[in-house]
């Protein structure tokens, strides 16, 4: 670890109904773009506060218990989401249904930030607690909880261990960008080269006395899943009629999935390796969540 890190821990939140769509073909835990997006508006919260130099730099998102709405039936081949009975409208009738995927969850964000000095750490702790105990929104699901926040400086092996002891047992979510390229190199489309690691290939083999013996496993080792990480910009950056902020530049944009890996914390040797910050590559049109440094 090259450098100390402040890092702010907010341990065991517990957000319900977060959106679980995390990209126009994917559902399950949250796209990465909804966890810094979250924490980008906590940080503006705290810089209108008095803390006009705080910047959170980077977030590690480590996940303890997911609970997808969904719902398998007797002899069904696929799970069916779990929607919501919506209020009656003004004439007592039921609005249109609109599919929604939602995912309870129990996670614990690692945060980078910078430096707060010694004499405003209880206030600093005290507004941030502040604000999520308030309306504000995780991931588009709501802030049911947390335990007690925390500090630490980070720079040896030895403080990096009472952070891991702290987050264990979880997993944490890191990028196999390494995986999709592989697969890319040797020829395949990015679609290809996400279902070659994604797909579980099922075998069977006749031992010595004749029985058949299955087996299923899947290309690679580790708990690989579908991860949305960005946008990748498909018009010029302009002015839009009716957007959301008419001072900043606009633009269309898809999302961009790749490979992830949820990765037991007690293997993570790093804080980098589970670090997530901004990247903007405006040549290519690619504004992405990446991690400090790629595995």
Not at 110 to 136: G, Y
Not at 162 to 181: F, G, T
Not at 217 to 224: D, L, M, T, V
Request: glycine fraction near 6%; proline fraction near 3%.
């Amino acid at each position: 670890m090259s450098r100390r890190k402040n890092i702010l821990l907010i341990p065991h939140l517990l957000v319900h109904n977060a959106n679980a769509l995390s990209s126009p073909f994917t559902i399950g835990f949250p796209a990465m773009t909804a966890w810094l997006g979250a924490v980008h508006a906590l940080q503006r919260k705290l810089n209108s506060d008095g803390f006009e130099d705080l910047e959170f730099m980077a977030v590690g998102v480590v996940s303890h218990k997911a609970d997808l709405q969904v719902h398998r039936g007797v002899g069904d081949y696929v799970n069916s989401i779990i929607g919501t009975s919506n209020p009656v409208d003004k004439d007592g009738k039921r609005p249109a249904f609109i599919e929604e995927a939602r995912i309870h969850l129990d996670v614990s964000l690692v945060i980078e930030f910078t430096r707060v000095e010694r004499d405003e750490k209880e206030r600093f702790l005290e507004r941030v607690t502040h604000h999520l105990q308030s309306r504000m929104k995780m991931a588009g699901g709501d802030i049911f909880g947390f335990k007690q926040l925390d500090i630490y400086q980070v720079k040896r092996e030895k403080e990096l261990a009472k952070i891991r002891r702290k987050l264990m047992p979880s997993y944490a979510i890191v990028e196999r960008r390494d995986l999709m390229i592989e697969a890319m190199d040797r020829g395949l489309d990015a679609m290809d080269a996400l279902l070659e690691y994604l797909t579980i290939n099922h075998s069977c083999e006749k031992d010595e006395d004749g029985k058949v013996l299955w087996t299923s496993k899947r290309k690679s080792a580790g708990w690989i899943v579908p991860i949305a990480t960005g946008f990748q910009a498909i018009s010029e950056l302009g002015k839009a009629k009716n957007q959301r902020d008419a001072n900043k530049p606009h633009c269309f944009a898809e999302s961009v999935v790749t490979l992830g890996e949820f990765r037991m914390v007690y293997k993570i040797e790093s804080l980098d390796e589970i670090l997530w910050h901004y990247s903007v590559d405006k040549e290519h049109g690619l504004y992405l969540c990446e991690q400090n440094k790629n595995n």
